[in-house]
């Protein structure tokens, strides 16, 4: 026997139904509360034998809520969805590559109604994350003091030496 699988996405909580080997039949809608999850649950075992339409066939009689809907969306997948008396989808299944196929998801369902719920809403939850370790402080840009230069003082005593003409050294006094 397959089982209902409560789970918790960003925005609440949904369920898949899932066959006795794991596989997803179908998927709920997003609820804000996980009782109102619950609750579209036991909506779903009421309604499960609801009548089934068959919305490729154009000359097919249109049926009132609650059904099942089977249709072939955009990529030519056979689909089905449980609209619920409010004429909201209660639940949908994946594509199939045929409308037997797509059928036989329904029956699946069907045949599963009365399975048990899973819980992994709470099993899910992340562990609490570990505070980071200290990383080491971003090394800003310190900027290098450039080579020293000499203060403009003695640059300009420099410049100045080299344009003044070297002094002429004094006649050396001759010895007696």
């Known amino acids: 026997m397959g089982k209902y699988v409560i789970r918790k996405s960003k925005t609440g909580f949904y369920f898949n139904v899932e066959a006795a080997n794991g596989q997803v039949i179908a998927t709920a809608q997003q609820y804000k509360s996980k009782p109102s999850c619950k609750k579209a649950i036991e909506a779903l075992k009421k309604l499960a034998n609801s009548p089934i339409e068959d919305l490729t066939n154009k000359d097919a009689k ?3 809520n ?11 997948e056979f689909r089905f969805r449980l609209v619920a008396s409010n004429g ?3 639940i949908w299944g994946e594509g199939y590559s045929s409308m037997a196929a797509c059928k036989a998801g329904v029956l699946s369902v069907q ?6 719920i899973e819980d992994k809403s709470v099993a899910e939850k992340k562990p609490a994350a570990k505070p980071a370790a200290k990383k080491p402080a971003a090394k800003t840009a310190v900027k290098k ?19 003044k003409p070297a002094a002429k050294k004094a006649p050396a006094k001759k010895s007696k």
Do not use: F, G
């Open 111 to 116: 045949s599963n109604v009365n399975s048990e």
């Open 62 to 64: 249109k049926l009132p």
């Open 66 to 76: 609650p059904k099942w809907q089977v249709y072939q969306d955009r990529k030519k």
């Open 145 to 163: 003091p450039a080579a020293k230069k000499p203060a403009a003082k003695k640059t300009a005593e420099k410049k100045t030496a080299a344009k």
């Open 88 to 90: 909201n989808n209660l």
